[in-house]
């Protein structure tokens, strides 16, 4: 599968944006899917997951209550609601798939990524 991310930008904080991840190929139902980001000088970091079915999400805590993700497979894309944003959310956004079990969200189970989009909240 072949993943592309988009909707990122510069915001405010306090403000909003959606990230979508288009996927290519007719088995998206069979991925789960992640966000993970990446900030200036840190390591990429878990930040919601979603099952197959859409019935099951999971949240770093960090982003809890703030933001949330949801898939329309109808559509094979994955999006990112993120609310309340603050400025230590600035970070590359990565969607990512697995085809293995879910609720494990470790980077190196994911073998498909897409090509990340910034975000950047001002303070």
């Known amino acids: 599968v072949q993943l592309q991310a988009s909707g990122g930008g510069l915001v405010q904080a306090g403000g909003s944006l959606r990230l979508s991840c288009a996927a290519s190929g007719r088995t998206f139902k069979s991925y789960h899917m992640v966000w993970f980001r990446q900030a200036p000088g840190k390591e990429r970091e878990f930040v919601a997951g979603?099952?197959?079915?859409?019935?099951?999400?999971n949240y770093a805590d960090s982003v809890k209550g703030r933001f949330t993700i949801s898939r329309d497979n109808a559509k094979n894309t994955v999006y990112l609601q993120m609310n309340s944003l603050k400025p230590e959310d600035t970070a590359i956004y990565y969607c990512?798939?697995?085809?293995?079990?879910?609720?494990?969200?470790?980077?190196?189970?994911?073998?498909?990524w897409g090509q990340g989009t910034l975000v950047t909240v001002s303070s």
């Open positions: 979603i099952s197959r079915s859409g019935y099951t999400t």
């Open positions: 990512a798939a697995a085809e293995r079990d879910y609720g494990v969200f470790r980077e190196n189970e994911y073998d498909y």
